[in-house]
């Protein structure tokens, strides 16, 4: 899927900000929604919904009522346009405002920035979920009883302690974005969710190994391990079967990872700016659809030299099938050239 942000809304509140894309993560895919049961609708006067807010167990330990606490918040509703990605910008309300605005309809997508509303009670069949500025030690319990989220954004948090439990519950998930958030772990919870298709953890320290639970997420099409000081990949990766796109450039491998010759489903691979990188192994021949290799900056490598790997992976194909037919090989500065009957002198394209 083409790379795209979820949105940044930092304009007036008084504007509508269409969102952009200048990071180059992923967004979350326009999906077809539901209309409201009748338990969304909400009467802010009625006075047993009114004690369900301030007695829920989300509250803060100061006495202050949700409904008067200001939170900086946007969201999408249900009857709102799911093919655009205009939306509210970022505003700050409190949570009784953020009601009157839903009145009987639901929200779709919601963005939160510091402080986290109660969430079971603003937006209980939220699709898409974007949190940021998470205060320290926040156990996100809230975020289990989301039970409809198909798209979870925590980039950029604090997660040094570990990723809450709480994710784990959220077996819906199709999209979870966990990049930058210090990460060192993963917890076992994980393997629950067995319809995520898109998983980003790039910029995270695994220098001590990739967490074994990311094997278990065999539904998975998109693996994004960037930038996660990875010197090698676990066995348990070559069972995610279906993965089509593997991104583990700017790490510290020196080869291949034998996993990666598994994935015969792959068609994108990125091991761009690993360093130390000396070697592609010949196996990389069996990943049938493979229609991209990106090896920018992996200045190192020998086998196949770095400067038949520029050309990518039909270039690649071509130098492993000339070893193979016994073929002697050139290589120069220049272009590669091809000594043989049939192509003495002509450059790998």
């Given at each position: 899927m083409p790379k795209r942000?979820?949105?940044?809304?930092?304009?007036?509140?008084?504007?509508?900000?269409?969102?952009?894309?200048?990071?180059?993560?992923s967004g979350p895919s326009n999906?077809?929604?539901?209309?409201?049961?009748?338990?969304?609708?909400?009467?802010?006067?009625?006075?047993s919904y009114r004690s369900q807010l301030d007695d829920s167990p989300l509250s803060p330990s100061n006495t202050t009522s949700y409904s008067v606490d200001v939170y900086r918040v946007s969201y999408r509703l249900s009857t709102q346009e799911s093919d655009d990605w205009f939306i509210d910008s970022l505003q700050d309300k409190t949570v009784g405002e953020v009601l009157t605005d839903v009145g009987e309809d639901y929200i779709?997508?919601?963005e939160c920035i510091g402080k986290i509303p109660p969430l079971s009670i603003l937006c209980p069949m939220v699709k898409e979920l974007q949190l940021e500025n998470i205060p320290e030690n926040c156990q996100l319990e809230s975020l289990s009883s989301?039970?409809?989220?198909?798209?979870?954004?925590?980039?950029?948090?604090?997660?040094?302690?570990?990723?809450p439990e709480a994710v784990g519950a959220l077996t819906s998930l199709?999209?979870?974005?966990l990049g930058r958030c210090q990460l060192q772990d993963l917890p076992e919870?994980?393997?629950?969710?067995?319809?995520?298709?898109e998983l980003r953890l790039s910029v995270n320290n695994f220098k001590e190994g990739l967490p074994e639970v990311v094997g278990t997420l065999t539904s998975l099409t998109v693996l994004d391990l960037d930038r996660c000081q990875l010197q090698d990949l676990p066995e348990s990766l070559s069972k995610l079967s279906q993965l089509e796109m593997l991104d583990i450039s700017g790490n510290e491998l020196k080869e291949v990872p034998e996993a990666v010759f598994h994935l015969t489903e792959l068609k994108k691979l990125d091991i761009s700016y690993n360093y130390e990188l000396t070697k592609i192994d010949e196996k990389v021949m069996a990943l049938n659809k493979l229609q991209m290799l990106n090896c920018d900056g992996c200045t190192k490598l020998i086998?196949?030299?770095?400067?038949?790997?520029?050309?990518?992976?039909?270039?690649?194909?071509?130098?492993?099938?000339a070893l193979n037919q016994?073929?002697?090989?050139?290589?120069?500065?220049?272009?590669v050239a091809i000594v043989g009957n049939s192509l003495a002198g002509k450059p790998v394209s």
């Open positions: 942000k979820l949105k940044k809304l930092k304009s007036s509140p008084s504007k509508k900000a269409k969102s952009s894309d200048p990071s180059g993560e999906r077809q929604d539901e209309g409201p049961s009748s338990s969304s609708t909400r009467d802010l006067s009625d006075s779709t997508y919601f989301l039970t409809q989220l198909e798209m979870l954004w925590l980039s950029d948090n604090n997660f040094k302690e570990g990723l199709a999209e979870l974005y919870s994980l393997s629950s969710l067995t319809q995520l298709k086998s196949p030299p770095y400067t038949v790997c520029q050309d990518g992976i039909h270039a690649i194909q071509e130098y492993f099938k016994g073929r002697e090989i050139e290589v120069c500065n220049a272009p």
